[in-house]
T-cell receptor, first 114, second 113 residues
Framework: DQQVKQNSPSLSVQEGRISILNCDYTNSMFDYFLWYKKYPAEGPTFLIS?????DKNEDGRFTVFLNKSAKHLSLHIVPSQPGDSAVYFC?????????????FGKGTHLIIQP | KAGVTQTPRYLIKTRGQQVTLSCSPISGHRSVSWYQQTPGQGLQFLFEYFSETQRNKGNFPGRFSGRQFSNSRSEMNVSTLELGDSALYLCASTLEGGRDTQYFGPGTRLTVL
């Protein structure tokens, strides 16, 4: 039973446009959400996080939106750059957050087309 | 500051054998977590160690175990290997755990034949 779902295994976006990656969750106890980016042969790298008390968090080109009623979050990348091509993982945790066992989605492979 | 290091990077074993993977966290980090990544299941949490004690555990059989040393380095052991244990094993370190940012190592690619 997957508690964090990324329904798009891959997404192709033109350079300069907006990339929108989606994530749905089923566990209503989740209160902290994160996005990680992973290049081949490297470990995931933390990108941005959001607590359930907020509905938006922005960091440079990256913005995460949280819709608690829909149990849905999305990552927006504007503008998309070639270096953004990677696998993006959505992750969630409850109460303790962080290292208290993050639950990850299966990832979305983002491809930025020149 | 050096990142999280994992050794070895690649490993090939046969069914029934056991394997030990090593993780050195970022200097000063006291919490180490382990994850298994497979194409079918994605990234799954194995366990977390803090101050040489297992603090959290995921839903994996007892064949998967770990330990942490006084210098915060951690090892993960898998006994009686099965074909399904073939995966990328990632470790991540944080300062104290909780909501501290997790920094991941490059992983150890284990292939079980």
């Amino acid at each position: 039973d997957q508690q964090v779902k990324q329904n798009s295994p891959s997404l192709s976006v033109q350079e300069g446009r907006i990339s929108i990656l989606n994530c749905d969750y089923t566990n209503s106890m989740f209160d902290y959400f994160l996005w990680y980016k992973k290049y081949p042969a490297e470990g995931p790298t933390f990108l941005i996080s959001i607590s359930s008390i907020k509905d938006k968090n922005e960091d440079g080109r990256f913005t995460v939106f949280l819709n608690k009623s829909a149990k849905h979050l999305s990552l927006h990348i504007v503008p998309s750059q070639p270096g953004d091509s990677a696998v993006y993982f959505c992750a969630a945790s409850d109460s303790g957050g962080g290292a208290d066992g993050l639950t990850f989605g299966k990832g979305t492979h983002l491809i930025i087309q020149p | 500051k050096a990142g999280v290091t994992q050794t070895p990077r690649y490993l090939i074993k046969t069914r029934g054998q056991q394997v030990t993977l090593s993780c050195s966290p970022i200097s000063g980090h006291r919490s180490v977590s382990w994850y298994q990544q497979t194409p079918g299941q994605g990234l799954q949490f194995l366990f977390e160690y803090f101050s040489e004690t297992q603090r959290n555990k995921g839903n994996f059989p007892g064949r998967f175990s770990g330990r942490q040393f006084s210098n915060s380095r951690s090892e993960m052991n898998v006994s009686t290997l099965e074909l399904g244990d073939s995966a990328l094993y990632l470790c991540a370190s944080t300062l104290e755990g909780g909501r501290d940012t997790q920094y991941f190592g490059p992983g150890t690619r284990l292939t079980v034949l």
